[in-house]
């Protein structure tokens, strides 16, 4: 188990998808050999896309909290700049909206 920013356990990345069983229709979301999850809305093509979908965003999630933070950070030290010092200050507050956001989760 792998903890967030707020300590809440996970299984470790990377998760990705598993076996489909046909017998009762699960397609099964895994993280270093064990199952996680299981989709089954009966819509096998809709299943394998969500849980694409899924797989994609947990694997990418600590990537793109680490680029927003170090964007944040550049932001406030002045090191990017847009001509517009109120663009640079909203992007900086939606920066730590979203990094709270995420932090609630």
């Given amino acids: 188990m792998t ?3 707020n300590d809440t356990a996970h299984s470790p990345t990377p998760w990705n998808i598993g076996e489909y069983n ?3 229709g ?3 979301i895994q993280s270093h050999g064990c199952t996680i999850a299981s989709a089954n809305s009966y819509c096998f093509s809709t299943d394998k896309y969500n849980a694409e979908y899924i797989v994609k ?3 990418s999630h ?3 909290i680490s680029a927003l933070m170090r964007c944040r ?3 406030q030290l ?3 700049t847009s001509k517009n010092r109120n663009n640079d200050e909203l992007a900086i507050k939606q920066a730590e909206r979203i990094l709270h956001k995420v932090a609630a989760l």
Avoid: F
Wanted: aromatic share 4%; net charge negative; with cysteine.
């Fill in 3 to 5: 903890k967030d920013t």
């Fill in 22 to 24: 046909e017998s009762n």
């Fill in 26 to 28: 699960d397609l099964y």
């Fill in 57 to 59: 965003c947990v694997n």
């Fill in 62 to 64: 600590d990537d793109i």
């Fill in 73 to 75: 950070t550049a932001l």
């Fill in 78 to 80: 002045g090191l990017l």
